[in-house]
């Protein structure tokens, strides 16, 4: 059977990544209560202790047990529990060190763990991540019993004459790499050597960098410009490179006058229709960085979490202390860090896409690790709703077209608007630039709607963040 809905989840995991895929032959099935005819994982770590309060509510950490429970709904519904793909981008820890906790709760539990596939990027992978990639090797169902490196300079987008390769296939989901282990990335090596991969459903799908670098980024963008069309489907989510950090991004950081040519250009070629950054509370990194965010977010629409939510980005200051909670925005920007005080909100962050061109993104919140509720309101089948885009006139007024209707509880079709929208509106002038239209003939959902006029939202909030320990 085919394929009919992919949810990537972007786990809250710490100062750390984790995005786990579940697919399903049913585009209207529920992911929260069914279980996953497949389940691929890429990257699975963390590096600090932002998940300790997660552990002592839950007894392990909340990614961990996003991916038991999981197993779980497998088993009982008849399957076998089984991760179809377990892909590491490269070799750091806050990308791999989750698969000890999750090996440790599988025996634990007494799941009946099978692996079909265990795929890496990187260069330079050390003792105890080469370790890790062992433990794994272990539950593979195939024979020989081991994972596959991409090799130096890896790309699916290759020859412009032909059609991409595949690095895997899931069904009729293609895996696909834009660039792995680069050999020209000089600054920051082991980051720039990440593998920068491509989940596609038919017309719509995913982009996964890792830790890419901005010279990462020319090598996959060097590749896409050779193509004399666009080899990409509509992107519905980019998840931030080298979470949003800024340090890695430029070849010379100079702070908030950083320029950042080669991300953007990357973001011209992908289009991303929404951006998340996954990051540690005030992370000493110092990511995801405002500037870095306000670029992956420039093709980013609005409204498609249906409720405001806020993003926790930094911005450097005299002090040193550059926090910012941006407030109530409508942007498709997220962070899993969603405030900054005690106990810490935070937030996995649910994007679907299905066979029929429909999408959605939903939430899962937390607080101080404990789970508070699923972030996207009940609606009523029979209603069928527009909803709004305003477009910052740059004079302190807006200018309101449709966006995007409601189609089914479950799945939204939004479409990018032909017309540029605001960035995060925190006042009148708004914090992030203007949207970039989508040039005719990118991919894009086919749907569209016409226009209508809707009251002024408030002005969005910005706060600088406290510091120390009266936050």
Same mark, same amino acid.
């Given at each position: 059977?085919?394929?009919?809905?992919?949810?990537?989840?972007?786990?809250?995991?710490?100062?750390?990544?984790?995005?786990?895929?579940?697919?399903?032959?049913?585009?209207?099935?529920?992911?929260?209560?069914?279980?996953?005819?497949?389940?691929?994982?890429?990257?699975?770590?963390?590096?600090?202790?932002?998940?300790?309060?997660?552990?002592?509510?839950?007894?392990?950490?909340?990614?961990?047990?996003?991916?038991?429970?999981?197993?779980?709904?497998?088993?009982?519904?008849?399957?076998?529990?089984?991760?179809?793909?377990?892909?590491?981008?490269?070799?750091?820890?806050?990308?791999?060190?989750?698969?000890?906790?999750?090996?440790?709760?599988?025996?634990?539990?007494?799941?009946?763990?099978?692996?079909?596939?265990?795929?890496?990027?990187?260069?330079?992978?050390?003792?105890?991540?080469?370790?890790?990639?062992?433990?794994?090797?272990?539950?593979?169902?195939?024979?020989?019993?081991?994972?596959?490196?991409?090799?130096?300079?890896?790309?699916?987008?290759?020859?412009?004459?032909?059609?991409?390769?595949?690095?895997?296939?899931?069904?009729?989901?293609?895996?696909?790499?834009?660039?792995?282990?680069?050999?020209?990335?000089?600054?920051?090596?082991?980051?720039?050597?990440?593998?920068?991969?491509?989940?596609?459903?038919?017309?719509?799908?995913?982009?996964?960098?890792?830790?890419?670098?901005?010279?990462?980024?020319?090598?996959?963008?060097?590749?896409?410009?050779?193509?004399?069309?666009?080899?990409?489907?509509?992107?519905?989510?980019?998840?931030?490179?080298?979470?949003?950090?800024?340090?890695?991004?430029?070849?010379?950081?100079?702070?908030?006058?950083?320029?950042?040519?080669?991300?953007?250009?990357?973001?011209?070629?992908?289009?991303?229709?929404?951006?998340?950054?996954?990051?540690?509370?005030?992370?000493?990194?110092?990511?995801?960085?405002?500037?870095?965010?306000?670029?992956?977010?420039?093709?980013?629409?609005?409204? %498609?979490?249906? %409720?405001?939510?806020?993003?926790?980005?930094?911005?450097?200051?005299?002090?040193?202390?550059?926090?910012?909670?941006?407030?109530?925005?409508?942007?498709?920007?997220?962070?899993?860090?969603?405030?900054?005080?005690?106990?810490?909100?935070?937030?996995?962050?649910?994007?679907?896409?299905?066979?029929?061109?429909?999408?959605?993104?939903?939430?899962?919140?937390?607080?101080?690790?404990?789970?508070?509720?699923?972030?996207?309101?009940?609606?009523?089948?029979?209603?069928?709703?527009?909803?709004?885009?305003?477009?910052?006139?740059?004079?302190?007024?807006?200018?309101?077209?449709?966006?995007?209707?409601?189609?089914?509880?479950?799945?939204?079709?939004?479409?990018?608007?032909?017309?540029?929208?605001?960035?995060?509106?925190?006042?009148?002038?708004?914090?992030?630039?203007?949207?970039?239209?989508?040039?005719?003939?990118?991919?894009?959902?086919?749907?569209?709607?016409?226009?209508?006029?809707?009251?002024?939202?408030?002005?969005?909030?910005?706060?600088?963040?406290?510091?120390?320990?009266?936050?």
């Amino acid at each position: 059977m085919s394929i009919g809905l992919a949810r990537m989840e972007g786990l809250w995991c710490g100062q750390g990544m984790a995005h786990l895929l579940k697919l399903y032959h049913d585009p209207y099935a529920d992911p929260d209560r069914t279980a996953p005819d497949m389940m691929a994982l890429f990257d699975f770590g963390t590096s600090d202790d932002g998940l300790d309060q997660s552990r002592e509510v839950l007894g392990v950490a909340a990614p961990v047990k996003t991916i038991i429970d999981a197993l779980q709904l497998q088993m009982k519904a008849g399957k076998t529990p089984t991760l179809d793909l377990v892909l590491f981008s490269h070799q750091d820890e806050d990308h791999w060190k989750l698969i000890g906790e999750m090996l440790n709760q599988v025996k634990i539990n007494k799941i009946p763990l099978s692996i079909t596939n265990i795929i890496y990027g990187g260069t330079g992978w050390k003792t105890k991540a080469k370790a890790t990639i062992g433990s794994l090797e272990t539950y593979l169902s195939s024979t020989p019993k081991k994972a596959k490196a991409l090799s130096s300079g890896y790309t699916d987008y290759q020859y412009p004459a032909l059609a991409p390769s595949i690095t895997l296939s899931l069904d009729d989901v293609h895996v696909r790499t834009l660039i792995a282990c680069d050999p020209s990335a000089k600054k920051s090596v082991l980051n720039g050597s990440s593998a920068v991969v491509l989940i596609q459903l038919k017309n719509s799908g995913f982009i996964l960098p890792g830790d890419a670098t901005f010279q990462t980024l020319v090598a996959a963008s060097t590749k896409l410009k050779l193509w004399p069309n666009s080899p990409l489907p509509f992107v519905y989510m980019l998840s931030a490179p080298h979470h949003g950090a800024l340090s890695t991004m430029t070849s010379k950081n100079l702070g908030d006058a950083s320029g950042l040519p080669e991300l953007d250009e990357f973001i011209g070629l992908t289009r991303p229709y929404s951006a998340f950054a996954s990051a540690g509370e005030e992370s000493s990194y110092k990511h995801p960085y405002l500037i870095v965010m306000k670029s992956v977010s420039k093709y980013a629409s609005s409204y %498609e979490f249906p %409720e405001p939510h806020n993003v926790v980005v930094y911005q450097k200051n005299d002090n040193n202390t550059g926090w910012l909670v941006i407030e109530d925005i409508n942007r498709n920007t997220y962070t899993t860090v969603t405030d900054i005080k005690d106990p810490l909100p935070t937030a996995d962050w649910l994007f679907e896409i299905n066979s029929l061109g429909h999408f959605r993104t939903s939430a899962r919140f937390y607080k101080g690790g404990q789970r508070i509720f699923d972030g996207i309101p009940e609606a009523d089948p029979a209603i069928v709703a527009d909803e709004d885009e305003d477009k910052d006139m740059g004079d302190g007024t807006f200018d309101s077209t449709a966006q995007s209707r409601q189609t089914r509880p479950l799945l939204l079709t939004r479409p990018p608007l032909p017309d540029p929208i605001p960035g995060y509106a925190v006042r009148s002038s708004g914090v992030f630039a203007s949207r970039t239209p989508v040039e005719p003939g990118r991919a894009e959902p086919a749907h569209r709607f016409g226009a209508t006029a809707r009251p002024l939202p408030p002005n969005r909030r910005v706060r600088v963040a406290p510091s120390g320990d009266g936050r």
